[in-house]
C-alpha cells in the first residue's frame, strides 16, 4: 500500500467530513495530539522501548561478565597496563 497522506475525520455539524492531507511531521503530531490515539501509541513505544533497554541491560552484563572472578582478572589486567606505562613514561 502506497502511504500518500494523512485523513483528518471531523465531525462538521453533525457530519463526518474527510480531508486528507499530505504526511508532513507537523500533520503527523496534529493526529497523534488529537483524541486518545496519541496517549495510546506513546505508550505502546514506551513499552516497546523499556523491553528493548532491558534485554540489551541483560545482553552487557552477560557480554562484560558480573561474576566475581572475571572483575579481578580485568583489574589486574589493567594495573599491569598502568605499570608499564608508567615505567615507559619516567
Do not use: C, H
Amino acid at each position: 500500500e502506497d502511504w500518500k497522506g494523512i485523513v483528518f475525520a471531523e465531525i462538521v455539524e453533525g457530519k463526518s467530513v474527510e480531508t486528507e492531507k499530505p504526511y508532513t511531521p507537523e500533520n503527523a503530531s496534529k493526529l497523534l495530539n488529537l483524541g486518545d490515539i496519541g496517549i495510546v501509541i506513546w505508550s505502546f513505544i514506551k513499552e516497546q522501548a523499556q523491553k528493548i533497554q532491558e534485554e540489551a541491560d541483560k545482553d552487557k552484563a552477560l557480554i562484560l561478565g558480573k561474576s566475581p572472578s572475571s572483575t579481578n582478572i580485568k583489574k589486574r589486567m589493567r594495573r599491569k597496563r598502568r605499570t608499564k606505562s608508567n615505567r615507559s613514561s619516567s
